[in-house]
């Protein structure tokens, strides 16, 4: 056995002794997050932006808003893509390269929470129907890791989309044309908050940093909408979750949800 995981092991020993005095190595209670801080207008060239730390772990991201063709079949309605990557620097074990399985299910995540609460009226999105659209981009970099990723880049993605303007466009010999000057706030009908939360043996915590996600047995993250419903769900690592873990985990995702979603507001009130 090496140095490394010599460490890794005294670093779960001393998480399980703690945890089962009900407590956690940064002091935090076994439902408590981390400190959230939110700042908008992070990338000036961007049509909104948004860089959020959640503890020590760290995500700017962008949104894009340009014309685009409809899907097949959704010709009635925008799109709205979310991409997240991990830039080197963030944590000593992330490469360059192609993104990995976990980089794929981060992106699909925070794009379904978002996607399924219906955030973003895409049906206002319309430039020309079956013709053209207006697509949305979401892009985020992860610049500091240190656990939980899901909930950081979808408050950066959330932020973003909150503090957006979209361009208008019209019709011009069937090319869609910028109308200078006539930038409104990406249309938005509810605020989601993504809620992850891990499972070590039988403790279920909240917002796991990075020693916490090393030593999880489970983890699963849930999205609520403004009126406290949930409207996403993922479940991922080996272990499993019971009936009451879930109905608990659901409880928790509506509360802490509820307090996110107040500085999340304060974004949408202020942060253009």
Not at 85 to 103: A, C, I, K, Q, Y
Request: glycine share 10%; charged share 25%; with cysteine.
């Amino acid at each position: 056995m090496g140095s490394h995981s010599v460490v890794d092991q005294l670093k779960k020993n001393r998480i399980l002794e703690l945890l089962e005095q009900g407590k956690r190595a940064d002091g935090r209670k076994l439902e408590e997050s981390r400190d959230v801080l939110i700042e908008t207008n992070a990338i000036p060239k961007a049509n909104g932006s948004a860089r959020v730390r959640l503890g020590d772990t760290e995500v700017v991201c962008g949104v894009k808003i340009q014309p685009d063709k409809p899907f097949p079949d959704m010709g009635d309605k925008g799109i709205f893509i979310c991409t997240a990557e991990l830039l080197p620097l963030s944590h000593p074990t992330v490469e360059t390269g192609p993104p990995g399985p976990d980089v794929i299910e981060l992106a699909r995540v925070v794009d379904r929470g978002i996607r399924e609460s219906h955030m973003v009226d895409l049906s206002k999105l319309v430039i020309k129907q079956d013709k053209s659209v207006v697509g949305v981009f979401a892009d985020n970099v992860v610049v500091d890791y240190d656990g939980n990723l899901f909930d950081a880049c979808s408050y950066a993605t959330t932020a973003a989309l909150l503090s957006s303007q979209t361009p208008k466009w019209s019709i011009v010999d069937d090319v869609p044309t910028l109308v200078e000057g006539n930038e409104s706030p990406v249309p938005i009908t509810t605020i989601p908050v993504s809620v992850t939360m891990g499972k070590i043996r039988e403790h279920i915590i909240v917002d796991p940093n990075g020693d916490e996600w090393d030593c999880m047995d489970a983890r699963i993250t849930i999205a609520t909408d403004s009126d406290g419903n949930i409207c996403a769900l993922q479940k991922g690592g080996y272990g499993g979750f019971t009936y009451e873990e879930i109905v608990k985990c659901g409880e928790i995702s509506v509360k802490m949800g509820s307090q996110i979603r107040e500085k999340l507001k304060a974004v949408q009130s202020g942060g253009r």
